[in-house]
Every structure is written in C-alpha cells, then in structure tokens.
C-alpha cells in the first residue's frame, strides 16, 4: 500500500508565507511526477505547480513567480513553498504522485489534502 501524508497548511496573513510537505509512504518502487492540485470554496480542483523526477517544474499562471515546487526523490517528498499569499490562495491543497510499486503499473495517489487560509 501506498500512502501520501501532507502537512504545513494552516492560517496566513495576505503577503505571507507557508510550505507545505507531502511524503510518500509505503512500498513505493518509483515516483515520477509529483504535483499539487487545491480546490476552493465552490471551485473546481485545479493544478497548481508539477515537478518531474528531473526537477522540471510547471507552475498555474495565477502562482507563478509566488510558489516554489521542489522533491527530494530520497525522501520521496515534494514541498510547496508558497510566498506572497493572497486570499485567493485559500483552498484545500492536494498531493498528487505517479507511482510504481515494485510490481504492477504507475498509479495515481492523492493524500487527504491540508487547508490553507489566508487572511486580510
């Protein structure tokens, strides 16, 4: 079994700054990309920023040039570094990853999502 366990979300003010943390636990063989997806109030779930196994990174225009996607493949880890919030940003946020058990094909995860609230 495999499992995604985020965490870092919770409560910040407008211009501030969160990282979230989500780590894959389990029998993880392989995992090639990791992403972040949120979901607000009455809105779809959408992308947020991807990251490849080799570091390159995809960012939703309306983030870009705020947050930082990052991995650390050994620790089988993606991090979200969120800076300049806007209350916008308020959302739950999702962890994503393809991943290879030994046996078997790539599958999609989700973990349990983490709340993020932005304050004026």
């Known amino acids: 079994q495999v499992q995604l366990l985020e965490s870092g979300g919770g409560l910040a003010q407008e211009g501030g700054s969160l990282e979230l943390s989500c780590v894959a636990s389990?029998?993880?063989?392989?995992?090639?990309?990791m992403s972040w997806y949120r979901q607000g109030p009455g809105q779809q779930r959408e992308l947020v920023a991807a990251i490849n196994p080799n570091g390159r990174t995809n960012y939703a225009n309306s983030v870009r040039g705020r947050f930082t996607i990052s991995r650390d493949n050994a620790r089988n880890t993606t991090y979200l570094q969120m800076r300049a919030l806007k209350t916008e940003d308020t959302a739950v946020y999702y962890c994503q990853a393809e991943i290879a058990q030994r046996i078997g094909p790539i599958l999609d995860y989700w973990g349990q999502g983490t709340q993020v609230t932005v304050s004026l």
């Open positions: 389990g029998s993880v063989y392989a995992m090639n990309a």
